[in-house]
């Protein structure tokens, strides 16, 4: 669905080229509990629910997939991020997630939209 999509493609190309923001751990952070896994597990749970609700058409074989994707991406994450995963992040690196994940939803209602 979403993995396997040139959309998907584009957004990692995008991780990518934005990885430098996440090479500097002397930042000021914007939390000391949270991690910048924390974070993005958050945003990505928030994200997928706003999904679902948006598209209440969809069927639970659909949701189960997006759930598939979802862990998918997040491992994928957590694999170019692993050394920084379980650091607090910046307000740069704050601003990042935010752009990326909404970026990541945006991804998903457009391939949803083509299911249903």
């Not at 995008?14 to 000021?28: R, Y």
């Not at 939803?105 to 939209?113: A, T, V």
């Amino acid at each position: 669905m979403i993995t396997n999509s040139d959309g998907y493609i584009q957004l990692i190309h995008f991780l990518a080229n934005n990885l430098a923001i996440f090479e500097h751990h002397t930042q000021q952070k914007v939390s000391i509990t949270d991690t910048i896994g924390d974070i993005f597990s958050e945003h990505i749970a928030s994200n997928t629910m706003a999904v679902c609700n948006q598209h209440k058409q969809l069927t639970e074989k659909h949701r189960f997939v997006i759930i598939r994707e979802i862990d998918a991406i997040v491992g994928d994450l957590e694999e170019v991020l692993s050394s920084v995963w379980d650091v607090s992040p910046s307000n740069q690196q704050m601003e990042f997630i935010e752009e990326f994940t909404g970026l990541m939803k945006n991804l998903f209602d457009s391939e949803i939209s083509k299911l249903v």
